[in-house]
T-cell receptor, first 115, second 114 residues
Framework: KAGVTQTPRYLIKTRGQQVTLSCSPI?????VSWYQQTPGQGLQFLFEYFSETQRNKGNFPGRFSGRQFSNSRSEMNVSTLELGDSALYLCASSEQVVSNGNEQFFGPGTRLTVL | AQSVTQLGSHVSVSEGALVLLRCNYSSSVPPYLFWYVQYPNQGLQLLLK??????LVKGINGFEAEFKKSETSFHLTKPSAHMSDAAEYFC????????????FGKGITLSVRP
């Protein structure tokens, strides 16, 4: 099976712009989670989608949003970009929701740089 | 609320030496515990996980970890380090329940000296 894919791999934006990142989960996986990784804050949970519904959300402002499509592919959007949004954004998929120790498989990430 | 503490940000060992990466967790319910490894410019790869079965968990690449409830610890070990083990290692915890999510520690960078 192909792994989790994320596009684009690298992105450069300026402050105030918006950005959309895409994630294709492993075939058959219905749960997609998003994480932000920065040197200062480490890995922080953004949100999880399962069967097109957001089932959990981390402590991020409303500028961060996401959605999941019927084929389980997911997108996340960040509006009104700030310098602090520069980070590696990781997507992870699992067969079921993140509970009962279900394993998550991570993509390579999208490196977002905000100038 | 669940949390993970990984003391120190960097560990350096000689090739062939024991690797010990510490992880302590906090959880209000029996936790699920994970160790992930991240190589430069890559995503995270699962090394091993504890899901309330055996307390000694064996993972890939010769790594293992022991769940100690009394110490709230889940330390990662490998008897003999290889140069290829140089990477960043993350301990993570999740709990069962409707709002379950994965909470990561800050990570530890492992360097292996020839």
């Amino acid at each position: 099976k192909a792994g989790v894919t994320q596009t684009p791999r690298y992105l450069i934006k300026t402050r105030g712009q918006q950005v959309t990142l895409s994630c294709s989960p492993i075939s058959g996986h219905r749960s997609v989670s998003w994480y932000q990784q920065t040197p200062g804050q480490g890995l922080q949970f953004l949100f999880e989608y399962f069967s097109e519904t957001q089932r959990n959300k981390g402590n991020f402002p409303g500028r961060f949003s996401g959605r999941q499509f019927s084929n389980s592919r997911s997108e996340m959007n960040v509006s009104t970009l700030e310098l602090g949004d520069s980070a590696l954004y990781l997507c992870a998929s699992s067969e079921q929701v993140v509970s009962n120790g279900n394993e998550q498989f991570f993509g390579p990430g999208t490196r977002l740089t905000v100038l | 609320a669940q949390s993970v503490t990984q003391l120190g940000s960097h560990v350096s060992v000689s090739e062939g030496a024991l690797v010990l990466l510490r992880c302590n967790y906090s959880s209000s319910v029996p936790p699920y515990l994970f160790w992930y490894v991240q190589y430069p410019n890559q995503g995270l790869q699962l090394l091993l996980k504890y899901t309330s079965a055996a307390t000694l968990v064996k993972g890939i690449n010769g790594f293992e970890a022991e769940f100690k409830k009394s110490e709230t610890s889940f330390h990662l070990t490998k008897p003999s380090a290889h140069m290829s083990d140089a990477a960043e290692y993350f301990c993570a915890v999740s709990e069962s329940g409707a709002n379950s999510k994965l909470t990561f520690g800050k990570g530890i960078t492992l360097s292996v000296r020839p």
